[in-house]
């Protein structure tokens, strides 16, 4: 039996933290990220999270085998850094995170992206235990990929390799991503970007849209099936994106199941139809169909798969 972990994901909007022993969440908590203003201010408020985390465990930091971040962005898992990130946590990559860790807890440290991390969970305890080849796409404030390819988690030359399926363009004439890229996934069809894209709908102005101060997905899904037309517009729009985007990615990796997480995965009911129906029609697979589950852990994935990490 392994010990337990420190587990830490990164989120956009929740910094998720918990101990985490083999497929287990022994205890958690989340705390607001405050992301636009860096991760260095939110260090204390991680470290004075853990460590209430481990008091009410009764655990020392000598029960513990090591601290893992599952974080956005390009990571070097081996000189375990972050290279870059996409507006979020935007000082990240000065943080000696390694050096932190050291300091704070005197704990081993690794460090991976936190959509690989989600797949990982998922790969050795979730839906996508049994394959061997695996696309994961989360949805949520922006949207990540991950691959497993011949049971192996792909990463590549520079890090960069089956994470930037959100950043694959869609749309040449599309708006500019925050990446620097044009008509990307993110930018069509995602949370971080769905008020500017809801705004410059010819219906926003009569939509029950307009009359709310934050536009999120559960909102456009929720008014679509009332039958607001701005609402169904964005929902349709961004289904298409989605859609678009797990062909691609069936087409790069060749996986025999892709999975969909992430928050905006609470409307699957919705979504996992369409992209099923989508992939049936579109995807260039002669060999048969490619098997669309919803993740087994929407909240958890990342946590569970940087701790294996910590521990393997």
Known sequence: MSKPVIAIDMGGTKIKIGIVKDARILASISIDAHSNNGLRERLPFIQEAVENLLYQQKFSTADISGLGIASPGIVDSIRKKILSIDKKFGDAPDIDLEEWCLQTFN??????NDARSALLGEWKYGNAKNYEN??????????????????KLLKGKHFTAGILGGHSVINYQGNPCNCGNKGC???EASTWNLPAVAKANENFT?????????IDYKLVFKLAEKGDIAAMHLRDQSLMAWSACTINLIHAYDPEVLLLTGGIMASSSQILPY???YIETHAWTPWGKVHIEEGAFPNTAALLGIAHLVNH
Request: zero cysteines.
């Open 134 to 151: 695996t696309v994961l796409i989360t949805l949520g404030t922006g949207i990540g990929s991950a691959v497993i390819m011949e049971g």
């Open 206 to 214: 009569t939509s029950e849209l307009s009359s709310f101060p934050v």
């Open 185 to 187: 996934v993110e930018t």
């Open 275 to 277: 992209i099923r129906h």
């Open 107 to 112: 704990l081993p440290f690794v460090i991976e």
